[in-house]
Structures are given as structure tokens and as C-alpha cells.
């Protein structure tokens, strides 16, 4: 069966991206409501698959095990996903459907090509729809009043608060129009050897709210060796959980857990606001920084190798699981950027390849945070103390033991750095290149 003759005049496909999901999705929802025979379309796309080096790539086979799940969901309802591999712009190049659906996608790179599919759909006479899903306010909803965005959190937050109505976060009722889909037999589905990447036996975190965690997470959330985090960060990014559904649970269940969600939609406001952070400090004066970027501290760091045994313990969590405790981010960043003197964007760069929830905007802001080259960054001076965020965060020292089993015994090194001298060196550099 050929391409053509799936995706026929009459058919509406709906593009599937960061929200891997049937229900509650506002782009499918409107594709349903606005159409009949609509069919789901993935798209592995090659310009950012050929970007990874590492072709066991957790993120990937996170992206294929959610697809296997709505093939399986929508071939029980007569229908089917099509997955194709390619160019996403190269390949709507040369389909004609009825319209296309799909929801934003607020990173540079998805913007640009958004923008040229839209661009050759348009001149073919085809509709290109797209709509706010993955956030609860995108762009200039929240802004100050005089029409300019926030670079503060607080203040937005508050914003953010007064603005939000049942409205707002009012889920979408897909399943009411299920019998929207197209009705055809269930389409070829590529297994990740045919995309060029490797099976994997990894078990990834469930896909479920546990409100019992939500409950004590303003309690528990700091204390990396409790399970006092929800883990549903990977499934945000993805879209297999919606953000207006636990933005409902959040508002019944604990302010503490609904500010990091406000988090969210506040970093991608900025990458949208400002697309220049991508590359660049959101604070210009911080790109004068001169940087040590001393290889053999990095690939220390990169392994878990620093001396620094709540540092050590949080790469090596990441390393093995894809994941970091958001306390221990910020001491492993602050402890690359401050202690190391190494650029925030090889940080960056190494929690792209490795977190399984990596999302630019956060990861981005979170990274230049640590810096504070970042818009609401911690201040140049404020720079973390390891000893002390472990006496204070793992006072027994039971998350670095889990992950540091050698500590204390002569085969664990001596920190590359003394924390002091660490301390007293960056002052001087950040000093000298905001003066």
C-alpha cells in the first residue's frame, strides 16, 4: 500500500510530537471535532535523529514504546498510526491530505520547520492547524502590564495564578469523538533497528500520578535518597500525561507541585520571548566570562569523578537511569560552573544527551540558572557548597552510598578542587568579566 493511497484528499492527518496521547490532546480534539477520517501521523524525524551519536538512545526507544501503545489503542478502535522516517518537510513535500492538525512546539528548531511545512501546505491549498497543548499559558498570556514578558518568576507565577480559570485547564474530550478516525488496517510500524537505533531492556518510569507523593512533595522534594518526586518529568516532555490534567490534581493536592509546573510554561515563555538563550547568556555581560573549560575536570565530572561525593552520586544517577534529582541539578551544575569554572553549555550539552526529560526550555534555563547568566538566576556569588547541601539534603548519607558505594575507602579520589580556593577563584573571574 503506498503512501498515496493512505493519505488521500479526504483525509485529515492529525501530526503527532510532544504529546503522545489520545486523551485530552487539543490539537487531535479539534482535528476530530472538524473532521472525519482523521489519521495520526508520527514522523521520525531525521534531522534531529542523525544529531545523536549514542544509537541506543533512551529517549528514542521512550518515543517508540509510547507509539506501540497508541498503535495498539488505535487499532482497537478499527484504526491506525502511520510512522514515517524521514525529512518532515521533505515529506509533506509530496502528500496531498484534506488539512493537517498538530499542537505548537515553542523550541527554534521546530519553529523553523513548522513554519516551511505550513509554507508548502499553504501554496497546495491545504490546511495547516496547530494549538496550545503542552503548556497551560504560552507566549504573551502572561505578561507584565505593560504588554512586556516576565524574567522573574514570582511575579509571573503570581500572574499566572490570577489568570488561570477552570477554562484554562479544562480537558479535552477526545474519547467523544473516537469514531472520527480513519478506518483502516494497521499500518506497517518500523521497529528501532529500522530507524537505525538498538532495542533496549530499560524499564522507563511508569505513566502514573502518585498522589500520594504530590500529596508531601513540598515535604519531601528536596531529599534525593526519598522517592518524594513524581518522576512523570520524561512523560510531561513526551506528552504521554497531559499538563492540564495534573495542573487539576495540583490545585487540589499542593501549591509546592503546581509552582514547578508553573516552572515549565515560565522557561518556555523565555525561550520563546528570547530564542538567542539557546546559544547564548540571557544576561549578555555573562558571555564576557572567561571560562577555565580544563578537559580533565569536565571528563571527571562527566564520570562521576570529582571527589565530590553528593556531585559524583548525582552524575552517576544520570549516567545509569537518565534521570538526576532536581536538588542534586543544581548542586552538579553549580559545582561545574562555579567550582570548575567550565561553561555552562558543556553542562548543558552533556544533560542533552543524557536526561530521559530533556526539554531545551527547561534544561536551558535550569543550566543558566546555575550560572546566573539566566533571566531570576541565582546570584554570581551565591555558590553551593557541597559538604553543606549534603549535611542538609542527605544527612546519611543514603543517596550518595546508593550511588558512590567506594566513598571512604581508598579508592574514591581526592576532590579535583578545593572548595574554598574554587570558591574565592570564580569570584574573582565573574568579578572581573561584569565589572
Known amino acids: 500500500m503506498s503512501l498515496y ?13 510532544r504529546d503522545l496521547r489520545l486523551q485530552d490532546n487539543a490539537g487531535l480534539y479539534h482535528a476530530l471535532k472538524e473532521n472525519e477520517h482523521v489519521l495520526p501521523l508520527f514522523i521520525f524525524d531525521t534531522e534531529i535523529l542523525e544529531n545523536l551519536e549514542d544509537k541506543t538512545d533512551l529517549r528514542v526507544a521512550f518515543i517508540h514504546q509510547s507509539l506501540v501503545t ?19 518537510v521533505e515529506l509533506f513535500q509530496t502528500i496531498q491530505p484534506k488539512a493537517v492538525y498538530t499542537n505548537h512546539d515553542y523550541e527554534p528548531y521546530a519553529q523553523s520547520r513548522d513554519k516551511k511545512v505550513k509554507e ?35 511575579p509571573y507565577s503570581r500572574k499566572w495564578k490570577a489568570a488561570l480559570t477552570e477554562a484554562s485547564h479544562q480537558s479535552f474530550a477526545c474519547e467523544k469523538l473516537f469514531q472520527h ?46 522517592a518524594g518526586t513524581t518522576k512523570l518529568s520524561v512523560h510531561l516532555r513526551f506528552g504521554t500525561v497531559s499538563i492540564r490534567k495534573l495542573v487539576q490534581i495540583a490545585l487540589k493536592k499542593n501549591e509546592t507541585w503546581l509552582n514547578e509546573l508553573i516552572w515549565r510554561d515560565f522557561y518556555h515563555m523565555i525561550l520563546w520571548h528570547f530564542p538567542q538563550v539557546e ?21 571527571a565530572w562527566c564520570q562521576g569523578q570529582t571527589g565530590y561525593p553528593i556531585v559524583d552520586a548525582g552524575i552517576r544517577e544520570l549516567n545509569q537511569t537518565g534521570f538526576m534529582h532536581n536538588r542534586v541539578r543544581m548542586i552538579v551544575a553549580s559545582f561545574l560552573t562555579k567550582h570548575l569554572l567550565i561553561d555552562w553549555r558543556w553542562g548543558e550539552a552533556y544533560f542533552a544527551k543524557k536526561l530521559l526529560d530533556f526539554d531545551l526550555a527547561a534544561n536551558n534555563g535550569g543550566w543558566q540558572w546555575a550560572a546566573s547568566s539566566g533571566c531570576d538566576a541565582a546570584p554570581y556569588f551565591r555558590v553551593f557548597n ?39 577563584r570564580v569570584l574573582k573571574v565573574y568579578k572581573e568579566a561584569l565589572s
Not at 416 to 423: E, G, P, Y
Open 5 to 17: 493511497s493512505i493519505v488521500t484528499s479526504e483525509t485529515t492527518l492529525f501530526w503527532f510530537r
Open 70 to 88: 497508541l498503535q495498539e489503542q488505535l487499532t482497537k478502535l478499527g484504526s491506525s498510526l502511520l510512522v514515517l522516517h524521514g525529512n518532515p
Open 120 to 154: 508548502i501546505l499553504e501554496k497546495k491549498g491545504i490546511v495547516f492547524r496547530s494549538f496550545k497543548d503542552q503548556v497551560i499559558f504560552e507566549k504573551s498570556e502572561v505578561v507584565k502590564d505593560d504588554g512586556l514578558p516576565y524574567t522573574v518568576f514570582t
Open 181 to 226: 478516525f480513519k478506518k483502516v488496517a494497521p499500518l506497517p510500524f518500523p521497529s528501532l533497528a529500522e530507524i537505525g537505533f538498538e532495542e533496549t531492556t530499560f524499564s522507563f518510569p511508569e505513566r502514573m500520578v502518585k498522589q500520594s507523593i504530590i500529596e508531601k512533595y513540598d515535604q519531601q522534594r528536596n531529599f534525593p535518597a526519598i
Open 279 to 299: 546559544t547564548k547568556a540571557f544576561k549578555p555581560a555573562y558571555d564576557k566570562i572567561k571560562w577555565r573549560n580544563n578537559e580533565k575536570e569536565f571528563a
Open 386 to 424: 557541597p559538604q553543606l547541601q549534603t549535611e542538609k539534603f542527605d544527612p546519611d548519607f543514603k543517596y550518595i552510598k546508593h550511588w558512590v558505594p567506594e566513598w571512604g575507602t581508598p579508592t574514591y579520589p581526592k576532590p579535583i578542587v578545593d572548595h574554598k580556593a574554587a570558591r574565592d
